[in-house]
């Protein structure tokens, strides 16, 4: 199986041997994309409220904005039909599913030509081929984790794991975590936070455990879309998440540069 038609990304900076992730990908109009692939290989962690959540934050954005669902359960494809047309459109793309009769795989994985990020919303459990495909294809990969001793343990093994595959591809996309259904106040976070200090992975951001995340998805909605007061903490929370991945986007374009200046 092959992801989305990669032939046809051109790279700002080609003749040198940057790593892949220092490579500025553009879209067809000519302006940078970036694609963010969230994924975990436990299952109930977030992913999907993640992916569908932050198409959301960013569409309310005036982003170009595409979501790729290759979950068989089709969950973020469901969000996506629920959308309403009044709200920021999302580019959808059915992954999971083979191409509809006569047409291509690369024809069903097009991106409108001014997409300006892709996201990913990858199945529990992802392996084989598909997983190296998806590696290879990203430049930001976020792994929601529970706030608990067990799925933290997982996720660890699964992104030690995430970055051999990396190592053996050749790529270095960059990892956050993003700690998800969080009470901030109690000691399961807190012993969270600590264990990630620890272990010194980069976290990019952190969800409150609220009911506005069900609510939303009802109605097609990111949590930032929703006309009420009671969502106001999660909109600092995204602002912040939306912060780290505009940082690692800027700090990719700015990349060449540095080494241009460098070598000058
Ligand atoms: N921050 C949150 N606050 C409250 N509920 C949440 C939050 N994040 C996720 N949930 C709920 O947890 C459940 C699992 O979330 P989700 O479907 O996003 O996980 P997933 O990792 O995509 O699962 P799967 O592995 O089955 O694809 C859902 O019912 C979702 O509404
Ligand atoms: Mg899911």
């Known amino acids: 199986m092959t992801h989305y038609d990669i032939q046809d990304w051109r790279r700002t900076y080609t003749g040198r041997a940057f790593e892949p992730r220092d490579l500025q990908i553009i879209n067809r109009i000519g302006n940078p994309m970036q694609r963010i692939l969230v994924m975990n290989s436990k299952g109930g962690?977030?992913?999907t409220t993640l992916a569908t959540n932050l198409c959301g934050y960013l569409a309310s954005k005036g982003e170009q904005v595409a979501l790729f669902d290759y979950d068989p359960q089709g969950s973020s494809s469901h969000w996506l039909g629920r959308r309403a047309e009044q709200l920021p459109p999302i580019h959808g793309v059915e992954a999971f599913r083979a191409p509809p009769s006569g047409a291509t795989r690369s024809w069903q994985m097009r991106l409108p030509p001014e997409t300006e990020?892709?996201?990913v919303d990858a199945p529990a459990g992802v392996g084989g081929v598909l997983l190296m495909d998806l590696i290879r294809s990203a430049d930001v990969v976020l792994v929601p984790v529970l706030p608990s001793p067990i799925d933290l343990h997982?996720?660890?093994?699964?992104?030690?794991?995430?970055?051999?595959?990396?190592r053996q591809l050749g790529v270095v996309p960059q990892l956050g975590v993003v700690a998800n259904r969080v009470r901030r106040r109690t000691r399961a976070y807190q012993s969270m936070t600590h264990a990630l200090g620890e272990v010194g992975l980069p976290v990019a951001g952190v969800l409150r455990d609220t009911q506005n995340y069900?609510?939303?998805?009802?109605?097609g909605r990111a949590v930032v879309e929703l006309p009420s007061r009671a969502a106001r903490q999660d909109r600092c929370d995204w602002e912040h998440l939306g912060g780290w991945l505009d940082r690692e986007q800027a700090a990719c374009m700015a990349y060449p540069e540095e080494v241009k200046r460098a070598q000058a």
Do not use: C, D, T
């Open 45 to 47: 962690s977030g992913k």
């Open 117 to 119: 990020r892709v996201i």
């Open 154 to 166: 997982a996720a660890r093994n699964f992104i030690i794991e995430l970055q051999r595959h990396g």
């Open 214 to 219: 069900v609510h939303a998805v009802e109605s």
